[in-house]
């Protein structure tokens, strides 16, 4: 099915782990997104992409990386988890700049 | 820089009730505005947008109108159904990077 699909799920990591976070869109949208979602603060842009390999930090950006070699592909790494990373992440995609987003079903990451 | 203010929560109503869910901005130029809604465990979907001042935005028996001359969006149902429970988020879009910038969101719950 078209859409927007974020893996894991779920994901139960270790403080100084690497973990990589997916998404992937099948309307090959231009724009992508990364927000994290945190009780008293919504949602909080990280890093965004307006095409394959340009990337731009967000509101948030320390202590992530993203790539963009596919359209429909906009991973989100995490080099070394802290706790303060424990979030819902949400991908989100859009077709120009300014048109609505579309947003996956999230990611929970625990960091212990 | 942006920003947008919407009402604190949590909202309880009785089904039938009339919702209102107040929303302010602050931006530079002319900003693209919109609801999202997120039900539990989801991802956030887009409920309704207008882009340009005094445009109505209608979905599912929702509405918000573009006020510029009081920064205003508010989030109105005639009646709500308890299948209205849910997070509401308020966002706006503009400047360069088209990154949507979220207020904290209500969250409604609608009793039978």
């Known amino acids: 099915d078209a859409g927007i699909t974020q893996s894991p799920r779920y994901k139960i990591t270790e403080t100084g782990r690497q973990v990589t976070l997916m998404c992937h869109q099948t309307w090959s949208h231009s724009y992508m997104f990364w927000y994290r979602q945190d009780l008293g603060h919504g949602l909080r842009l990280i890093y965004y992409s307006a095409a394959a390999d340009i990337t731009d930090k967000g509101e948030v950006p320390d202590g992530y990386v993203v790539s963009r070699s596919k359209t429909e592909n906009f991973p989100l790494t995490l080099e070394s988890a802290t706790r303060s990373q424990t979030s819902v992440y949400f991908c989100?995609?859009?077709?120009?700049?300014?048109?609505?987003?579309?947003f996956g079903d999230g990611t929970r990451l625990s960091i212990l | 820089g942006n920003s947008v203010t919407q009402m604190e929560g949590p909202v309880t109503l009785s089904e039938e009730a009339f919702l209102t869910i107040n929303c302010t901005y602050t931006a530079t130029g002319y900003p693209s505005l919109f609801w999202y809604v997120q039900y539990p465990g989801e991802g956030l979907q887009l409920l309704l947008k207008a882009t340009k001042a005094d445009d109505k935005g209608s979905n599912k028996g929702f509405e918000a109108t573009y006020r510029k001359e009081t920064t205003s969006f508010h989030l109105e149902k005639g009646s709500v159904q308890v299948s209205d429970s849910a997070v509401y988020f308020c966002?706006?879009?503009?400047?360069?990077?088209?990154?949507?910038?979220f207020g904290k969101g209500t969250l409604l719950t609608v009793n039978p």
């Open positions: 966002a706006l879009s503009g400047g360069s990077n088209y990154k949507l910038t």
């Open positions: 989100a995609s859009s077709e120009t700049g300014n048109q609505p987003q579309h």
